[in-house]
């Protein structure tokens, strides 16, 4: 058999048909994708639009189908980018620009493993979409709590290896708190499994935080444990006008000392948000009837039928209009009101993508800063980018903000772009000093690796950079991003 060596844009890749061939005897010609239009939607990048190019998409449908794929490509020195969902925000679910790494996606490993309500677990294979957890664990009588506005299409794999965030982190954490063990293949085409359904276990290191949030470059995901929780039977949204970031956060101190882990999720809203909803999204419209600067998405939950969370949050409300923290506020009434309301929230990212240029930055800063931040990020913005149009909003409850910002009218195109940099530095300074973090939800991937070196310690690069070359000599495993 001749073995023609693929032709990258960049010139000659390590892939050749012989590697190719081998691959779809492995997982067959329905986990093989070579031609360009079925392998687009896998190389474009959700955030940028671009798309990459690459010798093939390959998906596997179980572990060892996995394996003997990476087992090939470190034999063959090609580099592989994990891809779950490919709703990541950071370039790091795509190849690079060489046109030489391939895609491996593990959209059809989606299957539930074992669902065991009495140890409250749910074992499920990588590639299954977040929805379809949750709803796995709802069909049990079970709640999983991970929720973001992309879990239609996200993969519980990507938002492990991203540890994701989402709107209930402040109840129950981020994803790396939801997992009790993980099923992973390493470089070289190795099966960890280690996937232990236990609360506790202190027996070395534990390896499964090695995989969590590494952007698939230290290995790949098949399989997790996770944990499930009690659904609460009471449910109770609200949205609370405000005239300051600064009210916001007193409010927010003021709902953890009266209702503590019943609160579920605390975002914040800007008005501006509201407005481009409205401007973009056909349908929406406000739930209040006067205009207020500064919003927050209150959700209440409790496990134990009968608690009367309305009367809760009515007396905090009332505490909180007599000290003068908030303006107005509406409780939802139904389900169909509450969800409404999530919808208003849910809808800022997308009607923020609508506009086309956007500049972002999903930082995080001690929980008691976060006003500090807001009042000093917006100053910062204003006397360096006056046409811009901010857009914050997020998880005020975890000390992370969406700080976006948009042009003021559509027609500044790609000059609004022009001091995206310096407006990144300054922002990115600011939390810095803070104490905070420039990356808080989406991770490095391709995107944010300058930031990386730029506010990480020496010493905290060679440490990662010493995992990286323990666990990945080769550098097969999504090659370029992070490190
Ligand atoms: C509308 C919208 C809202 C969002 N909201 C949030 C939010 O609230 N909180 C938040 O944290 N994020 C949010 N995100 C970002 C994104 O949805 C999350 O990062 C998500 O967890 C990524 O999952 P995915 O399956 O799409 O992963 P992908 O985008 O496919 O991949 C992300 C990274 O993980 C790696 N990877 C994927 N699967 C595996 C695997 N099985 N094994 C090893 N590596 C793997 C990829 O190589 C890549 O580096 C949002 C995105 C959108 C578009």
Known sequence: MTNTTFKSPSGASNVTSVLIDAIRKTVGNKGCLLEPDDMAVYLTD????????????????????????????????????PQGGNTGLVEGSVPDISGGQIVLSLSRMRSVRELDVSNATLTVEAGAVLADVQRAADDAGMLFPLSLAAEGSCQIGGNLSTNAGGTAVIRYGNARDLVLGIEAV????????????????????????????????????????????????????????????????????????????????????????????????????????????????????SST?????????????????AAEEVENATIAATIEQSNALWKLREDIPEATRITGTR?????????????????????????????????????????????????????????????????????????HEMGGSFSAEHGIGGLKKSDLVAYRSPVELDLMRTLKHALDPKNILNPGKVL
């Not at 085409?189 to 506790?200: D, E, F, P, S, T």
């Not at 995901?221 to 916001?248: C, G, M």
């Not at 608690?307 to 209009?321: G, K, S």
């Not at 999903?362 to 046409?387: Q, Y």
Request: hydrophobic share 45%; glycine share 8%; aromatic share 6%.
């Open 359 to 431: 500049i972002g930055h999903d930082v995080a800063v001690p929980v008691a800063l976060i006003a500090d931040f807001l009042e000093r990020g917006s100053a910062i913005v204003e006397r360096m980018h006056p046409s811009a149009r901010l857009i914050p909003f997020g998880h005020m409850g975890d000390g992370n903000i969406h700080f976006n910002m948009v042009a003021v009218d559509d027609a500044h195109g790609a000059s609004f772009l022009e001091p995206e940099s310096e407006i990144r530095r300054a922002i990115y300074d600011l939390v």
């Open 305 to 321: 039928p009968g608690t009367d969370l309305r009367a809760v949050l009515e007396t905090l409300l009332e505490e909180a209009f």
């Open 46 to 81: 959700r955030r940028s639009a671009l798309v990459r190019s690459a010798p093939l998409v390959v998906r596997p449908a179980t572990t060892q189908e996995v394996s003997e794929v990476l087992r090939l490509c470190h034999e063959a020195n090609v580099g592989v980018v």
């Open 186 to 301: 390493l470089s070289d085409g190795r099966i960890w499994n280690g996937l232990r359904a236990l609360r506790k276990d202190n027996t070395g290191y534990d390896l499964k935080h090695l995989f969590i949030g590494s952007e698939g470059t230290l290995g790949v995901i098949t399989a997790v444990v996770l944990k499930l929780f009690p659904k609460p039977q009471e449910q109770l949204s609200a949205l609370v006008a405000v005239a300051s970031a600064r009210d916001a956060s007193n409010f927010l101190s003021r709902c953890q000392r009266a209702c503590g882990e019943n609160i579920s999720s605390f975002e914040y809203i800007h008005r501006n948000c509201l407005e481009l909803v409205f401007e973009k999204i056909p349908g929406s419209r406000d739930p209040l009837d006067e205009v207020y600067g500064h919003y927050v998405l209150l959700e209440l939950g």
